[in-house]
Each structure stands twice: as C-alpha cells, then as structure tokens.
C-alpha cells in the first residue's frame, strides 16, 4: 500500500497570507490527523477528522481549519499567517473505525512550513 | 486526563551500549501506547505499541518496550545502540479519538 502524503514538501509565505496544506491517507483509512511540530511545543494535536466530520479538535485559534472530502484525502487552512506558525506539519491515517484509538497512526513526511 | 512525560529530552550513550529511553503515562484505564521514531526531515514511523495483548513488546529495528502498570510506565529499550539508532523518539498514549504525544527523546549514538 502507498503510505500517507503530502503535499507541497516545503512552503515559504509572509505574514498576512494564507495556506492550503494537502494530506492523501492510505487507502481505505478514514481517519486523518494533523499535527504542527516545532521545537519549542513539540508535536501539538490540531484535528482530526473521520468521515468527513470533524471528531476532535486541539488547542488552536480558528484561524486554523481542515476538512476532509469523501475519497479521505484531507485538507488544512492556515489564515492570517503569523511567524509563529512556522512548523512541520505532519498528517497521520488510520482505519479510525474503533472508538477508542487503538489502531496505528501512520504518519507522512511532512510540510515544513517557514513564514517570514 | 491522559497525560505522558518522557524523562530526558537528550539521552547519548555509546555505540554498543544499551538504550533506555523513558515514557510514563498518566491515565485512569491503561491505554494504547506506542513508540515512534522520527529521522530529520521525516514524519513519524511506529516502532512498536502496546494494547494490552502481551506486556513485553517487541518491534522493530531491535527495539522493545515494557508495559508496567504498577509504575504506570512504558519504557524503550535496546540492547546494543547503532549509530543508526541516532533520531528523535515519541512516546504516544492512544484514548477516545485521540493520541498524546510526549514531548520527544532525542537519542545521541556516540562512536
């Protein structure tokens, strides 16, 4: 099976702009996560979505945003960029159908986002 | 609430030398936990994960971990490092529709 992608690898913006990061998960996976990774925070939960809904949401202002289209494949919007958004941000699939997350989470390689 | 801590962010040991690297969990139920490992520049790759089928778990590149519940913990091991072994290293827990990361070992292999 193909592993998680996605796309674009690298992104440089200015503060103000927008940006539209792209996840495809395994196929057959439901579930999709996303995760900004600096080296202060570590790795931070944003969402997840299952299904197309939204099943949980982390910590973040509403400039951040995802959704989910009917082939899984996931989208995440960040609005307003401030440097502090800076970050690896990872996107993860699993079969997401248990409750509970007892399925493995597969991670892809990444988005390095740089704002300046 | 799930909580895991990791103690240590940098841990370096010598090639040949055993690895420990360490993960407590904090949580009413004992969880799904899981070990993951991130080379630079990569996303995440699972090592291994506990769920509760057996309490010693074995994954791969010669890692295994230790589920106690009496100490609440879940610790990676390996017997003899390799300079491969050199990459940052997650501990997860696993509850309802969601994971929590520690904050991440970063393992030091020295020749």
């Known amino acids: 099976k193909a592993g998680v992608t996605q796309t674009p690898r690298y992104l440089i913006k200015t503060r103000g702009q927008q940006v539209t990061l792209s996840c495809s998960p395994i196929?057959?996976?439901?579930?999709v996560s996303w995760y900004q990774q600096t080296p202060g925070q570590g790795l931070q939960f944003l969402f997840e979505?299952?299904?197309?809904?939204?099943?949980n949401k982390g910590n973040f202002p509403g400039r951040f945003s995802g959704r989910q289209f009917s082939n899984s494949r996931s989208e995440m919007n960040v609005s307003t960029l401030e440097l502090g958004d800076s970050a690896l941000y990872l996107c993860?699939?699993?079969?997401?159908?248990?409750?509970?997350?007892?399925?493995?989470?597969?991670f892809g390689p990444g988005t390095r986002l740089t704002v300046l | 609430a799930q909580s895991v801590t990791q103690l240590g962010s940098h841990v370096s040991v010598s090639e040949g030398a055993l690895v420990l690297l360490r993960c407590n969990y904090s949580?009413?139920?004992?969880?799904?936990l899981f070990w993951y490992v991130q080379y630079p520049n990569q996303g995440l790759q699972l090592l291994l994960k506990?769920?509760?089928?057996?309490?010693l778990v074995k994954g791969i590149n010669g890692f295994e971990a230790e589920f106690k519940k009496s100490e609440t913990s879940f610790h990676l091991t390996k017997p003899s490092a390799h300079m491969s072994d050199a990459a940052e290293y997650f501990c997860?827990?696993?509850?309802?529709?969601?994971?929590?990361f520690g904050t991440g070992t970063r393992l030091k292999v020295l020749a």
């Open positions: 993860a699939s699993r079969a997401g159908t248990s409750g509970g997350a007892t399925d493995t989470q597969y």
């Open positions: 196929s057959g996976h439901r579930s």
């Open positions: 979505y299952f299904s197309e809904t939204q099943r």
């Open positions: 949580s009413s139920v004992p969880p799904y």
């Open positions: 506990y769920t509760s089928a057996a309490t």
């Open positions: 997860a827990a696993s509850g309802t529709y969601k994971y929590i």
